[in-house]
C-alpha cells in the first residue's frame, strides 16, 4: 500500500480509528480467538487475525466515508466511538452478545434496571468516550484534499485493502474457513459490527409491515364442574435449576420447600429462550422453541384461550419488565414493577379466590433473581448465605460473593412458592388446586467469564437454559400420574398444553402428549 496514501490527513484519521476499533474494542473477540488458536496449534490465525481485522475496518471505514462531507466523517467517527465503547463494556464485562434478540430486552427495560446497570466502570467507559468524541468534533485538525482526489484516495486505499485481505484469506482458505466454520460464534463477538449489524436486523423488524393479528382455538369448549379448579402458576424470573437444592445442588437453597413430600420437582427442564422477551411470550403460545419466531407473537395464547372459555384470569406482576403484553387483553391486572419484594404479589390472594367461585388461573410473575443487583431481591431476613455482593459491580465480587447473593435470592423464591402452597391447600375444600412453577430462564454466575443471561440459544450455556420446575397437585391421580415421569425431559413447550388438560379444555389445538398431568 503506498505510503503516501496512509499519510493523507483523512487517512490517517481513518487508520488509527481502525486500529484503535481493533486494539481496543474487541479484547473479548480476541481472546477468544486466541484462546481455540492455541488450543488448536493454529498459530498463523493467532498471528494474523488482528492484522487481518484492521485491514478490514480501513476497507469498509474508507467505503462508507467516500462522502466528501468532513460534517459525516467526524459523526461517523464519533458513532463508531460510542457504540464501540458502550458495546464493549458490556461484551467484556458480562460477556454479552448485542443481537436482535438484546435489542428486544433492551426495549423492553425499564428506568430501574437500565440504572442497575450504571456502575463506575460504565462511567469509564462512556467518559472516555465523550473526551475523544469532543476533542474529534471540535479540536481535531480535519483537513481533506478536494473531492476527486479525496475519491480517489479511498477507492484506491479500500481496494488495496480489500486485494490484501483477498490475497491472505485465498493463500489460507483452508485453516480459516475451517477456524471460523467450527468457532462460528466468534463474529457475535466482533465490535462494533455486530452490534451495529443487529441493530439493523432490530429496526428493519420494526418498520417492516406486522402480520395480521390471529386467534387460536376457535373451537374451545369446557365443561365446567361442580368443584371448581384453581390454577396458580408462579412465572419465576432469572431462577437457574443448577442451584436449586431439590435438584441436587450441596447447598440448602430449598429448605421449605425440600421438606415437602407432596410436591413434584422435574429436574430436567429446558425454557424456550435465555431472555425474558423471549421465553415469556413463547411459553404462553401454542408454538414450540424450534418454531419460535418474533411473527408468532402477533397469536392469541394459551391465557387467551383460557378467557374465552370462561376461566377466570387474575395476573400479578413484580416483574421490572412486566407482562410481554400475554395479559394485554385481561382485565384483573396489577403490575407492581419490581418495586417491592415478591410477597406483594400475595397480598390480595384470597381475597381475590373469595370474591368469586369460579374456575380461575393466576399468574404470579416474580422479580426473582433478577441480576446484577441480586441483593435487591430479597429481605434482609434471608441473607443467609454470606459474605454477599452488595453492589451491582460484580467486577468488585468474589465469585463467592456473588453465588452467595444469588443463593439468597433462591431462598426467597422457596419461601414465595412454599408459601404459595400453603394458600392453596387453605381452599381445598372448594378447589382442586394446582401449583405450577417454573423460571423463565437461567443466569450465568461468572463461569467462563460470562454474567448474566440473554446469549443466543446456540450458544448459550446450560446455566441459561436449564431452569428449575415444581407441581403440586391436590389431586392425588395427578401428583402420581407426573412423579412416575418426573426424571425425563421437558420444556416450557409443554405449558399450553398442560394449561389445557387441566382446565378440560377440548380444541383441536390441544396435544396430549405434551400435557404433562395426561
Not at 290 to 318: F, H, M, P, Q
Amino acid at each position: 500500500m503506498p505510503f503516501k496514501l496512509l499519510t493523507a490527513p483523512s487517512q490517517r484519521a481513518i487508520v488509527l480509528l481502525a486500529l484503535g476499533l481493533t486494539l481496543f474494542y474487541n479484547f473479548t473477540f480476541f481472546s477468544k480467538l486466541f484462546h481455540f488458536a492455541l488450543e488448536e496449534d493454529n498459530y498463523f490465525i493467532a498471528i494474523s487475525a488482528p492484522f487481518i481485522l484492521a485491514l478490514i475496518f480501513i476497507c469498509v471505514l474508507n467505503f462508507v466515508l467516500l462522502l466528501p462531507s468532513k460534517t459525516f466523517f467526524k459523526i461517523l467517527f464519533v458513532a463508531l466511538i460510542f457504540i464501540g465503547a458502550l458495546s464493549s463494556y458490556f461484551i467484556d464485562t458480562f460477556g454479552t452478545i448485542i443481537d436482535t434478540n438484546m435489542y428486544t430486552n433492551m426495549m423492553q427495560t425499564d428506568s430501574a434496571e437500565v440504572l442497575d446497570l450504571f456502575t463506575t466502570k460504565l462511567l469509564t467507559y462512556l467518559g472516555c468516550a465523550s473526551v475523544l468524541s469532543f476533542w474529534i468534533l471540535f479540536k481535531a485538525p480535519f483537513s481533506f484534499a478536494h473531492y476527486p482526489r479525496e475519491f480517489i484516495q479511498k477507492i484506491v486505499v479500500a481496494l488495496l485493502s480489500l486485494l490484501m485481505i483477498t490475497g491472505l484469506y485465498m493463500s489460507f482458505s483452508k485453516s480459516y474457513s475451517a477456524f471460523f466454520r467450527n468457532h462460528h460464534e466468534l463474529k457475535m463477538y466482533l465490535n462494533p459490527y455486530y452490534p451495529m449489524v443487529s441493530f439493523g436486523k432490530f429496526a428493519y423488524a420494526k418498520i417492516k409491515p406486522k402480520p395480521t393479528f390471529m386467534p387460536i382455538a376457535l373451537d374451545a369448549t369446557r365443561q365446567s364442574s361442580a368443584k371448581k379448579k384453581l390454577v396458580v402458576f408462579i412465572l419465576g424470573e432469572t431462577a437457574r435449576a443448577h442451584n436449586f437444592a431439590l435438584g441436587g445442588y450441596d447447598v440448602p437453597t430449598t429448605p421449605l420447600l425440600g421438606q415437602r413430600t407432596d410436591s413434584v420437582y422435574l429436574p430436567y427442564f429446558a425454557s424456550c429462550g435465555t431472555a425474558t422477551a423471549i421465553s415469556v411470550p413463547c411459553m404462553f403460545s401454542k408454538f414450540g422453541r424450534a418454531e419460535w419466531s418474533d411473527e408468532k407473537a402477533y397469536n392469541e395464547n394459551v391465557v387467551d384461550v383460557l378467557a374465552r372459555t370462561g376461566v377466570r384470569i387474575i395476573w400479578r406482576d413484580n416483574n421490572s419488565g412486566g407482562d410481554k403484553e400475554i395479559a394485554k387483553r385481561m382485565s384483573d391486572v396489577i403490575q407492581y414493577g419490581g418495586k417491592d419484594f415478591d410477597s406483594v404479589l400475595l397480598q390480595d390472594f384470597q381475597a381475590n379466590i373469595d370474591k368469586q367461585y369460579e374456575d380461575t388461573f393466576i399468574v404470579l410473575h416474580q422479580e426473582g433473581s433478577h441480576g446484577p443487583t441480586y441483593f435487591k431481591r430479597y429481605p434482609e431476613s434471608f441473607k443467609k448465605f454470606t459474605p454477599t455482593c452488595d453492589t451491582q459491580e460484580l467486577d468488585k465480587c468474589s465469585k463467592e460473593q456473588i453465588v452467595n447473593t444469588y443463593n439468597n435470592t433462591i431462598l426467597y423464591t422457596d419461601y414465595i412458592v412454599n408459601e404459595t402452597i400453603n394458600l392453596l391447600k387453605v381452599n381445598e375444600d372448594k378447589y382442586n388446586t394446582t401449583l405450577i412453577y417454573f423460571s423463565d430462564h437461567g443466569e450465568s454466575l461468572g463461569e467462563n467469564g460470562v454474567y448474566l443471561h440473554g446469549l443466543p440459544y446456540m450458544i448459550a450455556p446450560e446455566d441459561q437454559k436449564h431452569v428449575p420446575a415444581l407441581f403440586y397437585f391436590s389431586d392425588k391421580s395427578k401428583y402420581e400420574a407426573l412423579h412416575v415421569k418426573a426424571n425425563e425431559r421437558f420444556s416450557q413447550d409443554n405449558l399450553f398444553h398442560t394449561l389445557l388438560g387441566l382446565f378440560e379444555v377440548k380444541t383441536s389445538e390441544y396435544k396430549p402428549n405434551l400435557d404433562l398431568t395426561h
